[in-house]
């Protein structure tokens, strides 16, 4: 089956203006993720979204950044009056149940490339 | 503080030989412990998990050990290939958190 998907591949953007990134998860998925990849860096949570269920938005560095998870499918992370540190790899996963205990594995999007001038 | 360490050095081995990946962590009590490869340009990619009362797991040419004592895990590739080079993360699950929490990683370069 599909595996996650995430639009745009890459994304170029004035500093100040918005970007949204889109994530289209694996379907049945009920558990979804957002990371941050700095060149050479690890994967810095972003926020988490399970069920219906309050997200936890614990990892969002700034109020500039918000997501939504739309009929518990597709999400869209929003990045307002961008600055050049936004510049970095945005990553999706998703899963099949992220509740504490389970051990679900966590299925990548390829990536939206952000590069903020 | 909390710290998942991974060497940021690359590993650089000859084909046929074993890769050894490490990875440390301070002030977690992991109940699992997860490895993931990752390609330039792509998402990572699930491995192995290994949980707290595990010692060693294994697949195919991949072994992975979890010893909580020294709150380390080794990540090791047999008979290596220049197609087993990529970046290695690893990720623990907490038991006071639902979150993957990962390493940095280590790029792995395995030449003919």
């Known amino acids: 089956g599909a595996g996650v998907s995430q639009s745009p591949s890459n994304k170029v953007t004035e500093k100040g203006k918005d970007v949204e990134l889109r994530c289209d998860p694996i379907s049945g998925h009920t558990a979804l993720y957002w990371y941050r990849q700095r060149l050479g860096q690890g994967l810095e949570f972003l926020i988490y979204?399970?069920?219906?269920?309050?997200?936890?938005k614990s990892g969002l560095p700034s109020d500039r950044f918000s997501a939504e998870r739309t009929g518990g499918s597709v999400s869209t992370l929003t990045i307002q009056r961008t600055q050049q540190e936004d510049s970095a790899v945005y990553l999706c996963a998703s899963s099949l149940d992220g509740t504490r205990g389970r051990t679900d594995t966590q299925y990548f999007g390829p990536g939206t490339r952000l590069t903020v001038l | 503080s909390q710290k998942i360490e991974q060497n940021s050095e690359a590993l650089n081995i000859q084909e046929g030989k074993t890769a050894t990946l490490t990875c440390n962590y301070t002030?977690?009590?992991?109940?699992?412990l997860q490895w993931y490869r990752q390609d330039p340009g792509r998402g990572p990619v699930f491995l192995l998990l290994?949980?707290?009362?595990?010692k060693e797991k294994r697949k195919e040419r991949l072994k992975v050990t979890f010893d909580t004592t020294l709150k380390q895990s080794l990540f090791h590739i047999t008979a290596s290939q220049p197609a087993d080079s990529a970046t290695y993360l690893c990720?623990?699950?907490?038991?006071?958190?639902?979150?993957?929490?990962f390493g940095t990683g280590t790029r792995l370069q395995v030449f003919p």
């Open positions: 979204f399970q069920g219906n269920s309050a997200p936890d």
């Open positions: 002030n977690y009590s992991p109940a699992y």
């Open positions: 290994i949980r707290e009362n595990e």
């Open positions: 990720a623990l699950l907490s038991y006071n958190t639902d979150k993957l929490i």
